[in-house]
């Protein structure tokens, strides 16, 4: 399996377990299947709202003794409504505390979007804070601060746009460490990847399958499926593997780290297996040709009548 490489020479292996929609009965006993059958890298947000489930999944396996906490790579990130100076660090102790952690290895802001301190998703313009009114570089500062103590070994962001990067970065000496989007063959990003490795910002794909379990409320009504698109399956069968497996192996083989979620034991297993198959040139050129700049998750739950939060991707 390809290790993504930070400047302090840590690495990540590139296929991680994520934790978005799994649900918290049943989320502990996939992180306990995910570390018991070779995983590394866990993914997880305190939006999710199961993070002190996963946490029980870490106690539990670290304390047997045959996985060690200091082999594991876990990131979490810090949601929208924290994004206040004096809000930050306190978020990120309520994430170790529900993790069972004492330091992170990687934590990111998770959105270029920020709430105001008591709402937990917004239904009105008035419960949202301006960029103006709350700086990306007042919660980079912050975030900076935490890893100088040694609560976050290494920080990042996500969903940040090649303009929001380059906004962040003339104001700090501490480039983003991780820039964690939305990315699979629908969905390329090719000019943000550039950019982030022209810049040595490592790069996380969520929603590697297209997300199909993810509320109606954020669906289209005709999106376009990736575990069915008829190039996908074709490559998924010359190579005897899953469709599943074939987004996973794109993802990871083209340098950038890759986090499906199962909550299925038998899927889990198989998605750390996508490691073990090799595209070859011919199946890079196909799924290049399905680049539609199509979003699964497009951002416009952020758009409300009266605030500033139109159009984050600048797509």
């Excluded at 918290?24 to 992180?31: H, K, R, S």
């Excluded at 069968?237 to 899953?242: L, P, R, T, V």
């Excluded at 909550?263 to 297993?269: A, P, Q, S, V």
Aim: hydrophobic letters at 35%.
């Amino acid at each position: 399996m390809n290790k993504l490489k930070f400047k302090n020479g840590d690495t990540m292996d590139a296929i991680g377990l994520g934790t978005w929609k799994s649900e918290p009965g049943e989320v502990t006993e996939a992180v306990k299947i995910a570390l018991n059958n070779g995983y590394k890298h866990i993914d997880c947000a305190a939006t999710y709202g199961n993070e002190a489930e996963v946490g029980e999944a870490f106690s539990e396996v670290f304390s047997k003794g045959e996985v060690k906490r200091e082999d594991i790579w876990i990131t979490s990130k810090l949601w929208n409504n924290a994004h206040k100076k004096e809000d930050v660090i306190p978020a990120l102790k309520q994430t170790l505390k529900d993790l069972q952690l004492d330091y992170l290895d990687l934590y990111l802001i998770h959105w270029p979007v920020a709430f105001k301190p008591e709402v937990s998703f917004p239904e009105k313009a008035e419960d949202y804070l301006s960029l103006e009114e709350v700086p990306l570089i007042e919660t980079w500062n912050e975030m900076v601060k935490a890893k100088e103590q040694g609560l976050v070994k290494h920080i990042g962001v996500s969903n940040f746009s090649i303009p929001t990067l380059e906004s962040l970065m003339k104001e700090t000496d501490h480039t983003p460490e991780m820039n964690q989007v939305e990315l699979h063959p629908y969905l390329q990003q090719n000019k943000l990847l550039e950019f982030c490795s022209r810049n040595k910002i490592n790069v996380t794909a969520y929603s590697p399958l297209g997300s199909g379990d993810r509320p109606d409320a954020m669906k289209a009504a005709d999106e376009p499926s990736l575990l069915e698109n008829p190039v996908i399956k074709k490559i998924a069968k010359k190579h005897g593997a899953s469709a599943g497996q074939i987004l996973i192996k794109w993802s990871e083989q083209r340098g950038t780290a890759v986090i499906p979620k199962s909550t299925n034991e038998e899927r889990i297993k198989q998605n750390l297996m996508s490691a073990g198959y090799q595209l070859d040139e011919d199946d890079m050129k196909e799924i290049a040709d399905l680049d539609y700049h199509f979003r699964y998750v497009n951002g416009k739950f952020f758009e409300v009548e009266g605030n500033s939060y139109e159009n984050i991707y600048d797509d």
